[in-house]
């Protein structure tokens, strides 16, 4: 017999070598439904045939416009098996922003639901997109894109081709197409959540997303009895863990609809109910299940690891999970969307998590993002990108097998946030520019100081504002902070604070004037420092710290 | 005593005024009782902390963390017959926690 040529390992072979090992395991599990390996495999084979029968092809990129729901889950496999790239898109997007990011990379097909095909409909009766969605794959939308067509022609909603989910029927699922894909090839683009501008599309391989998911199992220890809660949408980077990690391990991901991100009794239920073995998320999901997710009455004991990243976390609501889940383990998680994750801290265990909790001095440090982790190289630079002492604030620059090809489209960004460094013999080493400051302490634990552009100075003096914010959040009375820079005029800035109180008994401003006086230099002390009943919210659940800079400046020019 | 119909559109009103009202696409949204309020984006995770609030403070009763839950806050409807199966707390009382 001929000896069959190896083939690149690629993402979607993920579920086929888990359905090898266990047919019958659980990969992907929601209240509404799930889905087994076999299963998975069997319908993803079906859903890449049809889209390649609608002209999908290697590097083309295929939308994902769909709820949290298993079938994001059949839809991220169901494109890599047809060789296509996916492209999740927020679900709540209204139509002309979702319009902007199908326009940017060019989307033909899109897979979606019920609820957000409304949008992609209003979407789709704008003339000037006439031609631009040429498959709609999920609900049966055939009568609504027929009056679609009669209702305004220059649509030309019948030539969009409705493929309902009915219709994978009709395909092998022994089998995928048979494709010629490399590791090397486009396998998603995740775009930016940012609120102003345009949006960024960070392009990974199928090679970068492997070495995410191998480094993360690894680091995390994961195997196949491990049930991980994937709170975080689609479009989040951290659902990579969820989406390609778990299945590398053969374990389960309980992908956690949004009604239960809302109502967090119901959340802690769920996570009981389903004996999550690891959960992942950022920090606001936990400091709401404090809050209000009677944790005293769920039985959570499986819950072996809890990671979290995406912004900082307040001490003192980590303390308060240790000592409610003192068998599991606690991670901080730190790396930018464009490399995955880049560096780890595990928390050292705490001898009384519930004292810690109540310490102000304690609280008021930070949790380092640790060490760098694995195939990767980070370095501190200064501004001139030579390396800074031990101690000193720089940005951290680094290269690792995780990093994203470069933006979609955008040369002018590319140019700007990789950098290389050329060897003996010409050979070339890449780096990105994470634009994140980082301190290493002294035991080579690296503390994140803020983003380059939120540092800033006031009046002459350097200001962190993650550092005011992390004071300001050690206050008993305080649930979160924010801290940003209010413009005056051209030469003026102040600094303003607004808090959310604990369990919304109200905040003493004067009181925390005064907390933030004993504690930090008289500059870094925000001139008002204001309540807020809630924070506004970017889609992934951080701080909107933009656009309470731009309430705060709207409010200062109509008080003037 | 409330109605349910007038609870119903006490709420309604709340969350389209307060909720939703400040958005690009706001004169689009249709509002009935069984529409789902969480899953279609129509109030976010604050949105249910502020409409908590009201209805704490409109309908005089206390609604404790363990309460807030899929099958009473997935709808309208679902809402008001929380309400209405929850004894009303008077002025002056504490608030009964459970």
């Known amino acids: 017999m001929e000896p069959t040529q190896p ?10 070598r888990a359905a090898e090992q266990d047919a019958d395991h659980d990969a992907f599990r929601s209240p509404a439904g799930s889905l087994t390996y076999g299963e998975l495999v069997g319908r993803a084979n079906q859903l890449a045939h049809l889209l390649r029968d609608e002209g999908a092809r290697r590097g083309d990129r295929v939308g994902i416009f769909m709820p949290r729901h298993v079938d994001s889950a059949l839809a991220v496999f169901g494109i890599l098996k047809a060789g296509a790239a996916f492209v999740p898109l927020d679900p709540h997007l209204p139509a002309q922003a979702l319009e902007r990011l199908i326009v940017d990379c060019g989307i033909r097909q899109v897979i979606t639901h019920a609820q957000p095909a409304k949008t992609l409909l209003k979407m789709l009766a704008r003339t000037e997109n006439a031609g631009r969605i040429q498959t709609v794959i999920g ?42 894909v490399l590791g090397d090839d486009l396998a998603y683009i995740m775009y930016s959540s940012g609120s102003t501008g345009r949006p960024k599309g960070i392009m990974h391989t199928h090679r970068s997303g492997l070495a995410y998911a191998r480094l993360s199992v690894a680091t995390y220890g994961v195997g196949p009895d491990d ?8 479009h989040f980077d951290m659902s990579t ?37 690891i959960w992942y998320s950022v920090p606001l999901a936990l400091i709401q299940l404090l809050a209000r997710g009677v944790l005293e009455e769920r039985q959570l004991g499986c819950l072996r690891w809890v990671m979290f990243g995406g912004e900082p976390f307040a001490r003192k609501h980590l303390y308060a999970l240790m000592a409610l889940w003192p068998q599991a383990r606690f991670s901080n998680v730190y790396g930018p969307a464009e490399v995955n994750q880049c560096t780890y801290f595990h928390l050292p265990p705490v001898p009384d998590p519930a004292a810690a909790a109540a310490d102000p001095a304690r609280n008021a440090e930070p949790v380092p993002i640790g060490r760098i982790w694995s195939d990767t190289e980070g370095r501190v630079l200064d501004d001139r990108d030579q390396p800074v002492a031990v101690g000193d604030p720089g940005e951290l620059v680094i290269r690792s097998s995780t990093m994203m090809r470069g933006y979609w489209a955008r040369p002018e960004l ?49 200001l962190e504002l993650d550092d005011i914010e992390r004071t300001l ?10 801290v940003f820079a209010v413009r005056i005029d051209d030469e003026t800035r102040k600094l303003s604070a607004a808090v959310s109180s604990k369990d919304g008994a109200g905040v003493d401003p004067e009181a925390l004037r005064q907390f ?29 710290r933009r656009r309470l800079q731009a309430e705060a400046e709207a409010a200062e020019t109509s008080d003037a | 005593m409330h109605d349910r119909e007038d609870i119903e559109n006490q709420l309604a009103d709340f969350i389209r005024r307060e909720l939703i009202g400040g958005r690009r696409d706001a004169e689009d949204i249709q509002l009935h009782a069984d529409d789902d309020l969480l899953t279609s984006g129509l109030v976010d995770s604050l949105g249910v902390m502020r409409l908590v609030q009201f209805i704490e403070q409109r309908f005089e009763m206390s609604v404790p963390p363990a309460d807030l839950t899929i099958e009473h806050f997935i709808d309208i409807a679902t809402i008001t017959t929380y309400i209405q199966s929850r004894k009303p707390v008077g002025k002056g009382e504490p608030a009964a926690h459970g």
């Open chain 1, 473 to 482: 959040s050690a206050h008993p009375t305080v649930e979160e902070a924010a």
């Open chain 1, 516 to 544: 933030l006086v004993d504690r930090l230099s008289w500059y870094a002390v925000p001139s008002e420092i204001r309540e807020v009943a809630a924070f506004p919210r970017t889609t992934s659940g951080k701080i909107d």
């Open chain 1, 139 to 180: 609900p049966d939308l055939k009568a609504e894109l027929t009056e679609l067509a009669a209702r305004a022609p220059a649509s030309k909603a019948e030539q969009i081709q409705c493929r309902p989910w009915s219709d994978l029927a009709a395909y092998e699922t022994e089998a995928g197409p048979n494709i010629s």
């Open chain 1, 227 to 234: 049930r991980i809660g994937n709170h975080s949408p689609l």
């Open chain 1, 414 to 462: 590319n140019e700007k946030c990789f950098c290389s460094e050329t060897l003996d013999g010409g050979f070339e080493r890449v780096f990105y520019r994470t634009g994140d400051l980082v301190q290493a302490r002294a035991d080579g634990e690296l503390l994140f100081l803020g983003r380059k552009d939120r540092q800033l100075k006031i009046r002459g003096y350097r």
């Open chain 1, 7 to 16: 083939r690149s390992f690629l993402l979607s072979q993920l579920i086929d």
């Open chain 1, 241 to 277: 863990f969820g989406y390609f990690s778990s299945p590398m391990a053969g374990a389960t991901t309980l992908i956690i609809p949004e009604a239960y991100t809302k109502l967090t009794a119901s959340l802690s239920q769920l996570m009981a109910d389903e004996k999550l073995t």
